[in-house]
């Protein structure tokens, strides 16, 4: 179009994305079988909330959390980043968290995760009056779920991506394993970082991103509830009882 113009044509530009370790799309800086989340952290009256989102699938999930379960959540889902409103830095009971999460951290102003604005944002978004069909959420995890789609719609300058409905996840709906002993364990990442020799790429057979990014979540995320458990054993035993 430029040089349809002329040589001495001005060309428009203009930031048009700002890529962060969370928000990464490119399919050849992504590994096609784990997810890469980008996770918000949320306070409101005393409680806390933890939603996360893969760019790149529309993956929207939020779960309440407190200090004692915030690290096992994390060490759950891994993300690439981790916003955070600058005043919970000086909460002494998450020095250590943030210790351990600060190549993933970043603080961003408290008034960017409020809930009453998170709510507004959300009903917008996905054009309803009111978020009660999605659950009943908390003021954390509305505040959660806004700073998020706020932050993806700042990087991304206005194109929002798909995203699915923020998916809530129960507290106690999973078994909680810490980072530490999740390490230890080897379930998707041996003690040196690699995936080869983990448990995971013993048992992963699948062969599509899809199917290897779910396997992934169910080893990272074991069920507590014994239907959900059962259901998920009959179609196991579905598929090896009738191979075709």
């Not at 394993?177 to 990442?189: F, G, S, V, W």
């Amino acid at each position: 179009e430029a040089k349809k113009r002329g040589p001495k044509s001005v060309v428009a530009r203009d930031v048009v994305r700002v890529v962060t370790p969370g928000t990464i799309t490119e399919e050849t800086l992504l590994d096609a079988t784990q997810n890469n989340y980008l996770a918000v952290l949320a306070e409101a009256q005393g409680a806390l909330a933890l939603s996360w989102l893969d760019i790149s699938t529309g993956a929207f999930a939020v779960q309440p959390a407190d200090t004692a379960s915030l690290s096992a959540i994390l060490a759950r889902i891994e993300p690439g980043e981790l916003l955070i409103p600058d005043r919970l830095l000086q909460f002494e009971a998450l020095f250590e968290l943030f210790h351990d999460w600060k190549d993933a951290l970043v603080p961003l102003p408290s008034s960017k995760f409020d809930s009453e604005a998170g709510r507004k944002k959300l009903e917008s978004i996905y054009g309803v009056a009111s978020l009660d069909s999605f659950g009943d959420f908390s003021r954390a995890e509305i505040a959660a779920c806004g700073a998020l789609i706020s932050y993806v719609e700042l990087t991304q300058k206005g194109r929002l991506p798909h995203l699915d409905q923020p998916r809530q996840v129960a507290d106690g709906a999973v078994l909680e394993i810490d980072r530490a002993p999740r390490r230890n364990l080897e379930m998707t990442r041996t003690l040196s970082g690699d995936r080869a020799g983990s448990l995971l790429s013993s048992i992963d057979r699948t062969i599509t991103g899809a199917g290897g990014r779910l396997l992934s979540a169910w080893l990272s995320a074991p069920l507590t509830n014994v239907v959900e458990i059962n259901v998920r054993l009959d179609a196991v035993q579905y598929f090896c009882e009738d191979a075709s």
